[in-house]
């Protein structure tokens, strides 16, 4: 067994910036999506069951029009466009990719809406805004990554409202040490420093001050997502005839078959979690 890795922000930045081109150019134009929730065992819809992901979220946190949203680790934006275009929320998306940011930005003029959303690059760590900015903070998939977990914690509690509420999907390390091959697969291949089990990440956000109103573990959906993935991925690289596309999306896919075999032992996880400032 080992333990994991240790990056810095920079790593993570660096990372996302130097890969999100080669994702959009070799696997989706439209953005990178999130975790699916998926309708049962049969369901292989995977952009239905990442909107369905960012939909439950956006219900259980009582987004509507009169809030006020940050998205934390927003990536290429599609989360933020979504709740804004199905609520008539106001919000920002921040994100520690500039690459990623620009993405989002672009999308978001693609628009011609008007939505009233905006993208900043910047730290969950040292968040540009004013003491309880937002009514509503979201975030999906993108905590884990943060190394300095309390003090990220500690910032979006300083930005949200008194009575404001918290509403995240992110990646769990449900055990402290891991094996090599999740270590190799799994964590670092994303630069991971650490995570929280369930109950960890539920203790973090009441240290922080925060009241937790849901944990929940999502595990079968996580799973799911990766086995969808793999069998996509196998698929358009038998139809591809471009070598070098060929080659990521194999790559892609022999990831997904590591991050299964890591859930199935217990090295990875997903949960969702809603907690509230208190007023």
């Avoid at 998926?38 to 009169?66: K, N, Q, V």
């Avoid at 993405?103 to 993208?119: C, H, I, N, S, Y």
């Avoid at 040490?177 to 994303?190: F, K, L, M, S, T």
Wanted: glycine share 10%.
């Amino acid at each position: 067994m080992s333990t994991t890795s240790q990056f810095t922000e920079r790593d993570v930045s660096e990372f996302f910036d130097q890969t999100t081109q080669t994702y959009l150019s070799f696997w989706d134009s439209e953005g990178v999506l999130h975790t699916g929730y998926f309708a049962d065992a049969d369901d292989t819809d995977y952009p239905a069951a990442a909107d369905r992901t960012s939909d439950i979220l956006a219900t259980e946190a009582g987004i509507d029009a009169s809030s006020t949203v940050l998205d934390v680790g927003c990536g290429c934006g599609n989360f933020l466009l979504r709740l804004a275009g199905r609520t008539g929320c106001r919000g920002e998306g921040l994100d520690l990719s500039i690459e990623r940011v620009r993405f989002a930005q672009g999308k978001l003029t693609e628009r011609g809406d008007g939505l009233p959303v905006a993208f900043r690059h910047g730290s969950a760590t040292a968040m540009p805004y004013d003491d309880g900015s937002f009514t509503h903070m979201v975030s999906q998939d993108a905590l884990f990554l943060v190394p300095d977990k309390a003090r990220s914690h500690a910032e979006m509690f300083r930005v949200l409202t008194p009575g404001g509420t918290l509403a995240v999907t992110d990646f769990l390390q449900p055990v402290a040490e891991i094996g090599e091959a999740a270590r190799r697969h799994v964590y670092d291949r994303v630069r991971w420093s650490s995570g929280y089990s369930l109950d960890g990440y539920r203790e973090a956000l009441t240290a922080a001050g925060f009241e937790v109103t849901v944990a929940r573990s999502l595990d079968s959906h996580i799973r799911q997502t990766y086995r969808v993935l793999g069998e996509t991925a196998r698929q358009r690289a038998a139809g591809s005839d471009d070598e070098a596309a060929r080659r990521w999306i194999l790559g892609f896919a022999a990831s997904c078959d590591e991050i299964q075999a890591a859930i199935d032992r217990g090295e990875f996880g997903w949960g969702m979690f809603v907690a509230r400032k208190p007023a």
